[in-house]
Every structure is written in structure tokens, then in C-alpha cells.
């Protein structure tokens, strides 16, 4: 892996301007992310990812998305179609253990189908957090469910699915998000449950797929860890939690840095995430001064961190020879039955 900067970024629109390409050239980011506002017809987001890995120089450079189908699924019909949110993976679970898991994995493995032949590598899901009632809709039907037994198994359907089909799955949001009460989005979620509460409910699924390469961190404020730093930038939860009592040894991503869960200025936020424990930076709106604040006080990858990454980098595996059609088939037929 050559040299890069322990961040991903975005850009603003279907192209990149002149000002992003001398950006990324000069800054060089670990990966990029894309959202709905880069993706038009299946030749732009390609040209689009394509251009991204020329300005770095890294043909291989890792291109993330959030496709979990319901509310967040950034890549849309007509290009591909429209998935059901994972609480309908957890109700089919519900229904029948086997036909859940072979739905949450199958779904996966069709996610791949979609979005590896355009250059995107990784896909932020599974959601591994055990929704609460009264918790925020920013998770709601994104959660599989709201027991641990259940998120941990179809949520591991869900990375096999993508591996299967030559793709990394991030497991989020690391230790778990499924109690807060108001949405990161917007403001700082604290958390008031013992640590006896969340290890054996929160850490729970973390804990089942510890294995994972890949994880993202929670913006939420866990006061009986950690009362002052939300846990993507506190060292308490990351080194005490994340890292020693879940076993995550992971690549750890930040949640998106320009939320508004964070304080400070981007710049700040960006240099706290890196202190808290964090191996790369996410920052996704694209907005140019806020990436140039950004790259200010984000390191280059060494260490553990550069150890992590060149892991994740060499965990891609050539896809397996499924038929698409045939598992797409079986997928709705499943579905049908929820």
C-alpha cells in the first residue's frame, strides 16, 4: 500500500472539479465515499469512482457507500433495485431462522452484484445496533431488530453476503447506537444505561463478528463510560471497549465528521478523532473548505493504523461464481413470504 492519509472523503457532485482533483492529488486519501448527490447512470459513477483512484494514483483505492436498502440506500432504481429495510430481514427471522439468514445474506450477496462492476469496494452495513423502544428513527428500521441474538446472526448473514460477492462490509455503529434518543445527525445523543447493560445487550453483536475488518464508530455519549466525549473521539471507549472488552481489532472509521453530534471545527473534530483512538477520518459533504480543514490534521497512515489498512486492503476476494439471476429470483420469493 503506498503512502496515504488516515481519511476518506467525498466530493460534491457527479464530477470532480479541478479543485478536488488537486486535493486528493496533493492529500491523498485513504478512500473515498459516495452519496446520491455523485450518482447518476451507471457510465458517470463509474468515470466518477475511476477519476477518484487517477488523482491518487491508487487503482485499487477503496470506494465505500451506505446501500442497506430501505431509507439509506444511496444508489437507487432504475440502476438497481430497491431493497427492504433490515427490520424486514429481522421479521422474516422472526418467521423462520433459515429463511432469514439465507434473505439477509442473499440480499448482500445481490448488493455486490450492483455495485461491484461500477468500482465500489465496500459497503457500510451491516447495522449492528439492538434498537430500543423511544430510541431515534435515525436507526429505526435500519436496526434488524431489538434482541442482541437476532442483530448478531442476520447481521453476520449480512458480511458473508457481501464477501461472498468480493466486497468488505463495516459493521456500525461501533459499541452501539440503538439507544439514543435524538438523531447524531443534528445533536449529541448521551446514553445513561450501566456498562452492565450495554455489554450484555449493546456490545453484544459487536462482540459475535469482532472478527470483521472494518467498523465505524458511534457519535453517542456513553456517561457510564465516558461522560465527556462522545465515543468516536474518546480514548475510554475505543481503547476500553471497542478494542478490549467487544475485541475489535479492526480497521476503525469515524461516523461522518461533519455531523453536528461533534463540536468544534472540522479541523478540530478531525484532530480528535485521530487522538480518540480512531485509524481513519470520514468526512463526507464534500464541501471544499471543510476538506481542506480536514486534511490539516489528519496524519499519514503508520503504525497499527497503516497495519489495519493494508489488512482491509488485502481482505478483497475475487467474488464467487453465483447466478444473479437465480439468487435475485429466490431473494424476492423469500421476501414475499415476510
Known sequence: MTESKAMILGCAGQQL???EIALYRAERPWGFILFARNLG??????????????????????????????????IRPPTVQHYPAGAALGAL?????????????LMS?????DLLPLGITINCMPVLDVLIEGATKAIGDRAYGTEPDLVAAVGRAAAEGLKAGGMLPVMKHMPGHGRAVVDSHHELPVVNATIEELDAHDFMPFRSLKDEVMGMSAHIVFKAIDPDRPATTSSIVIQDVIRKRIGFDGLLLSDDSSMNALKGTLGERAADIIAGGCDIVLHCNGVMDEMKAVVKEVPVLSGRSFDRAQIAEMAFAAPQADDEEALRAEFWSLMATA
Open 93 to 105: 427471522y422472526r418467521q423462520d431462522r433459515t429463511k432469514g439468514l439465507r434473505a439477509a445474506w
Open 109 to 113: 450477496r445481490l448488493h455486490a452484484f
Open 41 to 74: 447512470e451507471p457510465s458517470q459513477i463509474k468515470d466518477l469512482v475511476a477519476s477518484m483512484r487517477e488523482a491518487i494514483g491508487r487503482p485499487d483505492a477503496p470506494v465505500l457507500i451506505d446501500q442497506e436498502g430501505g431509507r439509506v440506500q444511496r
Open 17 to 19: 472539479t479541478a479543485d
